[in-house]
């Protein structure tokens, strides 16, 4: 069973040409005071950040001392710790370490290099071409789409767009 979807009912609409003109002049008050109140927002998670940035920060270098720390004990004992290589975990009685081995992966820097090399030496095999529908063309000849499945051309959709107006002040 299919739900659908009602749009919402409007609660409100100005009456007359004032009301409208009035209710813009609201919008641009509300919005303006919406930015006021989002930057006093962020100058106080600025102030909360610096005030604990220092903290965060030296938790942040003892801890990577201290894994670093561990880490050097742990390769360095890594044979015993690991019955030989058998496992690739070690617990310990707060946790555990493990090594994992990462799966292969390709990175390409210069891929418009890369893909030319490639070509050069034959191994077309290593070159995807995609196929995707050209949206572009299809605006130019709407005509010759017209009528296949899967394909809407859509025009006319008209967006209502509100400018409140508002004198623009530079910052010296």
Avoid at 42 to 63: C, H, M, S, V, W
Avoid at 71 to 79: H, K, P, V, W
Avoid at 95 to 119: K, M
Wanted: net charge neutral; glycine share 6%; with cysteine.
């Amino acid at each position: 069973m299919a739900t659908r979807l009602k749009a919402k009912a409007q609660t409100y609409a100005p009456q007359t040409q004032n009301d409208c003109a009035a209710d813009i002049k609201k919008l641009g008050d509300l919005q303006r005071e919406h930015a006021r109140v989002a930057a006093d927002m962020n100058d106080e998670i600025a102030a909360i950040t610096k005030r604990y940035q220092p903290q965060l920060d030296a938790f942040g270098e003892r801890i990577e001392t201290l894994r670093n720390g561990v880490q050097t004990y742990c390769e360095a004992n890594r044979s015993s710790l690991t019955n030989d290589g058998k496992v690739k975990t070690a617990n310990f009685i707060t946790g555990e370490v493990n090594w994992r081995q990462r799966p292969p992966s390709v990175g390409i820097r210069g891929a418009d290099a890369v893909l030319e090399t490639l070509a050069r030496m034959g191994l077309t095999r290593f070159i995807r071409t995609k196929q995707e529908p050209n949206k572009e063309a299809m605006l130019n000849e709407p005509d010759a789409v017209r009528g296949i499945a899967g394909i809407t051309i859509v025009t006319g959709v008209e967006d209502f767009v509100v400018t409140p107006f508002e004198a623009q002040a530079e910052v010296a």
